[in-house]
């Protein structure tokens, strides 16, 4: 019980207004809409999942303009979709995608958004951190191949239906905050055949259900193929499960060590997507580029 108190705690601090150390950060251009920018098209969807039995969810597809169908798109995954999604709020996806796939700076890319399972018969009405989706922790936290499995088995078919989708995996990538920042890493990780690209808003690194270990299985692991991109901030979360500024730093000199593609920005916000989301545009850049 206590563990489900500080994890409904984390929702809430992403959920909660600027706090100290948050208030440098602000939206650039890139996450604005622009005059003459062509404008992707976003749809809802429900989904009932057999990989996590008697859970159902929200998710969102973005198709962007310049798909027309004659090639397969690139693909990013994000968890907690609904604040990816949402033009009003920290990180503004679709606007970014729309500016970056303008200027050639990330390739036609399908973004997916999924929400973690409510185990209801029934959605809440709004989308959103609360009520808090009852298995969100156990498909977020846990470090398995399960989500992967969720993700290849039933999402990316099903999307397909209506998309081409690329299958390579240098093409996808996935992205995640908090406790969807490790489930990320955790899909890329077990997955590297299909997952190549990783974003990780303040991750959740620690020892919610054993994600601490990470540090120390990419220094003991034969080196695997991905390109990482981490975010956190110095007034991150400090709490039984763990220092979230201190896995940040271990998993970024873990990757260091271990010579990976890897990329850490390390600020003063909080537990929150407040710089996340004003530094996504270049963080995508630097996902997606060539070299």
């Not at 090639?71 to 033009?87: I, R």
């Not at 970056?100 to 209801?120: E, S, Y």
């Not at 990780?189 to 259900?209: A, M, Q, Y």
């Not at 390109?227 to 956190?232: A, I, P, S």
Request: hydrophobic share 35%.
């Amino acid at each position: 019980m206590r563990s489900l108190l500080i994890l409904s705690g984390l929702l809430a601090l992403m959920a909660s207004a600027v706090r100290a150390g948050d208030e440098r950060y602000h939206h650039g251009p890139d996450s604005q809409r622009q005059e003459g920018v062509p404008q992707g098209k976003v749809t809802e969807h429900v989904l009932k999942s057999e990989v996590f039995p008697d859970t159902i969810r929200r998710y969102w597809v973005y198709v962007p303009a310049q798909y027309d169908g004659s090639s397969p798109a690139a693909v990013m995954v994000f968890q907690d979709g609904h604040a990816y999604v949402n033009e009003h709020q920290d990180f503004r996806v679709p606007i970014v995608f729309d500016n970056l796939i303008h200027q050639g700076d990330m390739p036609v890319t399908v973004g997916i958004f999924i929400d973690p399972g409510h185990k209801k018969p029934e959605l809440p009405p709004k989308a959103g951190w609360q009520p808090t989706p009852e298995n969100r922790s156990f498909e977020y936290d846990t470090p398995s191949d399960q989500y992967a499995r969720f993700l290849l088995e039933e999402v990316l078919p099903e999307v397909g239906k209506t998309v081409k989708l690329t299958d390579d995996p240098n093409q996808r990538a996935i992205c995640g905050i908090s406790s969807g920042g490790i489930c990320a890493f955790t899909v890329a990780w077990e997955r590297p055949d299909e997952f190549r690209k990783v974003l990780s808003h303040v991750g959740s690194f620690t020892n919610i259900r054993g994600g601490h270990v990470y540090p120390a299985l990419i220094r003991k692991t034969e080196h695997k193929p991905l390109r990482v991109f981490l975010q956190d901030g110095s007034g991150d979360l400090d709490n039984p499960h763990g220092s979230w500024p201190l896995g940040n730093q271990q998993m970024a000199a873990a990757l260091k060590f271990a010579h990976y593609d890897y990329k850490f920005i390390y600020g003063s916000g909080q537990h929150n997507g407040i710089h996340g989301g004003t530094t996504l545009p270049d963080a995508l850049r630097w996902l997606w580029r060539e070299e």
